[in-house]
């Protein structure tokens, strides 16, 4: 296929596709499938090897968020029957972030709930990094807090922080009718404090809101610019109790061919696999790991992950190795700056499938939507 050819060429040389050639790859057939994947998985393995970099989530402050977030189980308003705690103590999210380090988690990301931190949160949350180093001197620690306010990313870097999360999550066009409470522009200002703080900045998206392909190609062409060092690709869960708990738009073939986009568009970046695959990849899971290079083991932040065990033999039966604390992530030529190269771009896009007929292949699955009960804010064991 001449697509699937220029894409591969583009993307050893890090150049950008055209926004016609990204919009091709999601209308790609179910008969193509196989192609697409292998042809992305040869940029994949250019710049990551079969490496698979794990990454542990602990939730540091779960529920209660005053944010109108529609996807989110902890939104304000949410009816969704999840784990609700204040801030968990910093040795009660060290203890929780050695689980995921002991199952072979390379980074830990500290997530919590809220618009974003006080100076006193940042304080606490200081606190918490410094006793997760203690423990763990060779890992990874990124914080997930919110909207930042002036001087707050400094002061993270400065207690050890080693990333910031903060995604974009759909396109700025249609940012409004999936949040309300602030706007696209607060998402990439946090992004770009992160950044000038000398903080490795992590942002992705959500897919399965009800968005189009044209949407979806737009947030992943927004991050190449915006240039995070990693890309988390999550799929919608829709929980009950939350304004898209209808919304169950994805197949296992559709999941695989977001994964290969985003590839494309951002070969030489972490583009991590995150909430949702099991949900919606399901038997696929194995196949994503020729798109992306790296994964969240266990549990996410109010949802259940499979077993951690179970990550780790899909990685190893797939013929992929878990990357070790003594190897580099990125790509060389990313480390310490960008590296992205910028390329053409075209605005005419092929037709999508009717919604109806991508309806048909979407039963949903609520049987696979299970809320977390173990782990942070609990006295059960994690799931690592």
Known sequence: MDLLNTLVEKGLRRELPTREEALAVLATSDDDLLEVVAAAGKVRRQWFGRRVKLNYLVNLKSGLCPEDCSYCSQRLGS??????????????????????????????????????PTDRDVDRVSKTIEAIKEQNEDVEVCACLGLLSEGQAERLRDAGADAYNHNLNTSEGTYGDITTTHTY???????????????????????????????????????????????????????????????????????????????????????????????????????????????????????????????????????????????????????GGCGSVCGGESSDAPAEAPAEVRAEANAARTDLVSVRRRGAGTDLAPNA
């Open 79 to 116: 009816k969704a029957e999840i784990l609700k705690y204040t801030w968990l103590k910093p040795d009660e999210a060290s203890e929780a972030a050695a689980a995921g380090v002991a199952g072979g988690a390379k980074r830990v990301c500290l997530v919590a709930s809220g618009r974003g």
């Open 185 to 335: 522009a607060d998402r990439v200002d946090t992004v770009h404090q992160a950044q000038a703080a000398g903080l490795s900045a992590c942002s992705g998206l959500i897919a399965g809101m009800g968005e189009s392909d044209t949407d979806l190609v737009d947030v992943v062409f927004s991050l190449r610019e915006l240039d995070p060092d990693s890309v988390p690709v999550n799929f919608l869960i829709p929980f009950e109790g939350t304004p898209l708990a209808k919304e169950w738009n994805l197949t296992p073939q559709r999941c695989l061919r977001i994964l290969a986009m985003v590839r494309f568009v951002c070969p030489d970046v972490e583009v991590r696999l995150a909430g949702g695959r099991e949900v919606h990849l399901r038997s696929m899971q194995p196949l994503a790991l020729n798109l992306v290079n790296s994964i969240f083991l266990g549990d996410y932040l109010t949802s259940e992950g499979q077993a951690g065990k179970a990550d780790l033999d899909m990685i190893a039966d797939a013929g992929f190795e878990v990357e070790g604390a003594e190897t580099t992530t990125l790509p060389k030529h990313r480390q």
